[in-house]
Nanobody, 123 residues
Framework: VQLQASGGGLVQVGGSLRLSCAAS????????MGWFRQAPGKEREFVAA????????YYKDSVKGRFIISRDNVKNIVYLEMNSLKPEDTAVYYC?????????????????WGQGTLVTVSS
C-alpha cells in the first residue's frame, strides 16, 4: 500500500488542523492505520492508531481529548483531526499502515509509511 499524507501547515496556539492520508490499493480496509510524529532532534513517536474497521482507537496520552483519528474505507483515507494545538505538537506527521489484527503503537509494527507533512504551531 502507498500512503500520501497532506494537510499540514502553520497554525497558532489553540488552533486546529486536519491531516489526511490517502492510500492506494484495494487492501486498505485490512490495515491498522497509525499517525506518528517526529520533532526536530527527537525520535519518531506514536500519536494515534485506528483498527481496520474504526471500532478501536488509541492515543498518546498528551493528545487524548484533543486529537481524533478516523478512517473512511470507501475513500481509502485516514484522518487526524487536531484541536487545541500546542507548540509541542510541532513536528512532521507521518501516517503508516500495519498488517496486524489489533491496534498497535510500536513503530516497528508499521511496514508502510507516507512521506510526512509538517505541522508548525506558533505561539
Amino acid at each position: 500500500v502507498q500512503l500520501q499524507a497532506s494537510g499540514g501547515g502553520l497554525v497558532q496556539v489553540g488552533g486546529s488542523l486536519r491531516l489526511s492520508c490517502a492510500a492506494s490499493g484495494r487492501t486498505f480496509s485490512t490495515y491498522v492505520m497509525g499517525w506518528f510524529r517526529q520533532a526536530p532532534g527527537k525520535e519518531r513517536e506514536f500519536v494515534a492508531a485506528i483498527s481496520w474497521n474504526g471500532s478501536a482507537t488509541y492515543y498518546k496520552d498528551s493528545v487524548k481529548g484533543r486529537f481524533i483519528i478516523s478512517r473512511d474505507n470507501v475513500k481509502n483515507i485516514v484522518y487526524l483531526e487536531m484541536n487545541s494545538l500546542k507548540p509541542e505538537d510541532t513536528a512532521v506527521y507521518y501516517c503508516a499502515a500495519a498488517s496486524v489484527s489489533r491496534v498497535v503503537v510500536v513503530t516497528s509494527a508499521y511496514l508502510y509509511w507516507g512521506q510526512g507533512t509538517l505541522v508548525t504551531v506558533s505561539s
